[in-house]
């Protein structure tokens, strides 16, 4: 099996659709889908990689990232925020909180994929 990202997502369309492209791509996808919850999820399945949307039930992934990075083993974890809201201000925010990087919705499969093949080498 290849590396493992875990997709912290709660829109089932957009879970389906990155699950997918993923796994053709020969990744190892868990999802999870409550931010209240979210810090357990990466602590249990130490993924390689986290994709992270914005607007989750419960918690913010902003706050979740900011937890993230609070801890010294997820410090260098690579977080993808992925979000509809493409305002200068969200990426700011992202970027402020130690997002790896930004990439609004729609994206498209090409896209995705690049993008998680550069940030786990």
């Given at each position: 099996m290849g590396k493992h990202v875990l997709l912290i997502e709660d829109e089932p369309n957009i879970i389906e659709a990155i699950t997918f492209i993923l796994r053709q791509d020969g990744w190892r996808v868990s999802?999870?889908?409550n931010g209240k919850t979210a810090i357990e999820a990466v602590t249990k399945s130490l993924p390689?990689?986290?994709i992270l949307d914005v607007?989750?039930?419960g918690r913010?992934?902003?706050d979740i990232l900011q937890d993230l990075r609070s801890r010294q083993i997820w410090q260098n974890l690579p977080v993808l925020m992925l979000t509809a809201r493409g305002q200068a201000r969200d990426r700011d925010a992202a970027t402020a909180f130690g997002a790896s990087r930004y990439m609004t919705k729609p994206f498209s499969n090409s896209e995705m994929l690049a993008t998680v093949r550069e940030l786990v080498v």
């Open positions: 999802t999870h889908s390689d990689l986290v607007m989750l039930p913010s992934g902003f």
